[in-house]
């Protein structure tokens, strides 16, 4: 299943939000193409999908969920990647 948050997660003078899957890194890419995300947005887990996009993406079938539960399913489905420890 396509997940995004709510665009709560500010950069670069912008709201993002973030889509992920919960099913598998297929999936995510495949929606990202069919809704035209370029693959510089993809970063380890997710795709950062702009404030105003956030609409186009629930229209195309993505599940609104919380940050915190989008999170949760990505643990749950071994699919979530951290960044690197410094």
Same mark, same amino acid.
């Given at each position: 299943?396509?997940?995004?948050?709510?665009?709560?997660?500010? @950069?670069?003078? +912008?709201?993002?939000?973030?889509?992920? !899957?919960?099913?598998?890194? %297929?999936? $995510?890419? &495949?929606? /990202?193409?069919?809704?035209?995300?370029?693959?510089? @947005?993809?970063? +380890?887990?997710?795709?950062?999908?702009? !404030?105003?996009?956030?609409? %186009?993406? $629930?229209? &195309?079938? /993505?599940?609104?969920?919380?940050?915190?539960?989008?999170?949760?399913?990505?643990?749950?489905?071994?699919?979530?990647?951290?960044?690197?420890?410094?």
């Amino acid at each position: 299943m396509i997940l995004i948050d709510p665009p709560n997660a500010a @950069g670069r003078g +912008r709201l993002w939000s973030h889509l992920a !899957s919960d099913t598998s890194y %297929d999936e $995510l890419h &495949a929606f /990202a193409r069919t809704v035209g995300i370029p693959e510089r @947005g993809f970063d +380890r887990d997710h795709y950062d999908v702009p !404030s105003e996009w956030y609409d %186009d993406m $629930l229209a &195309a079938g /993505a599940v609104p969920v919380t940050s915190r539960d989008l999170v949760s399913r990505l643990v749950a489905a071994g699919l979530r990647r951290r960044k690197p420890q410094r």
